[in-house]
């Protein structure tokens, strides 16, 4: 299995309404790992790339990783926040291509019965809802809800994902760390974990540093911290911050292979 992490912020670095923090300074004047887009990951199949969530930097990840729309061979929605969900618009450029889309039917209806409504309509996309683990191309996708958005916003989804006896678990959104989703994530070979804050706590978000604790405990292999906020620090301060427990920022671009 080989994943891309397509985007690794939450609203993208620099962010528009700011440009002037150390994170936003950085990203301008340095570039590198410091300019993010937003947050999706495409993962590498034997036909094509499976898409977790459909973020709206999506068109430009494409052409920096030379993806084409008809290289997707299924979507996967974790949640309805606009970050995760308004590249779906991209279905729509051009061919009608009735590409799947993956998740819980109270997620799908508040897409393709609200917002985009025509993409199944015209054949653009296919809605299919999942209450369990699905297996497609030899990959089971196994989704677990988590604590993120609130009520009418729908529920919020994270993937554990199994090839060849290798697993990845991919948890970009989530408030809190329960028993039980501890437990779903332990024994990962690969952890993609929210990293939108490093200290700060937030209603929807756990911060890394009340994570690491909970993680510590785990038996886990590689653990990347995603969807970084541009008022947290710099990529390479970040590395530093987590490196002492043998953890990783993520960042538009890398590579895993498991």
Request: glycine share 6%.
């Amino acid at each position: 299995m080989e994943v891309i992490i397509l985007g690794s912020s939450a609203s993208g670095i620099p962010q528009i309404d700011c440009m002037s923090c150390n994170a936003c300074r950085s990203a301008i004047e340095k570039g590198g790992k410091d300019r993010r887009t937003m947050q999706s990951i495409a993962i590498k199949n034997k036909d094509g790339f499976t898409l977790i969530d459909a973020d709206p930097d999506l068109r430009f990840q494409f052409e920096r990783e030379k993806i084409r729309l008809q290289d997707i061979t299924e979507i996967f929605i974790t949640h309805v926040h606009g970050d995760h969900i308004f590249g779906l618009f991209q279905l729509s450029v051009g061919a009608d291509l009735h590409i799947p889309v993956y998740s819980k039917k109270e997620i799908l209806d508040l897409i393709f019965k609200k917002s985009f409504d025509y993409l199944e309509q015209f054949g653009f996309a296919e809605p299919i809802p999942i209450k369990n683990e699905i297996t497609l191309r030899g990959i089971t996708f196994i989704p677990f809800e988590v604590p993120h958005t609130i009520p009418m916003a729908g529920p919020t989804l994270a993937y554990k994902i199994k090839e060849g006896g290798k697993t990845l678990t991919y948890v970009p959104d989530i408030a809190e760390l329960t028993p039980k989703i501890l437990n779903m994530i332990d024994n990962s070979d690969v952890l993609i974990f929210d990293g939108v804050f490093y200290s700060r706590s937030a209603a929807m978000h756990i911060p890394i540093i009340k994570s690491i604790p909970f993680l510590e405990k785990l038996n886990l292999g590689e653990v990347y911290f995603t969807e970084m906020n541009h008022s947290e620090p710099t990529h390479e301060e970040l590395e530093k911050l987590v490196k002492p427990y043998g953890y990783h920022i993520a960042y538009d671009g890398l590579k895993i292979k498991l």
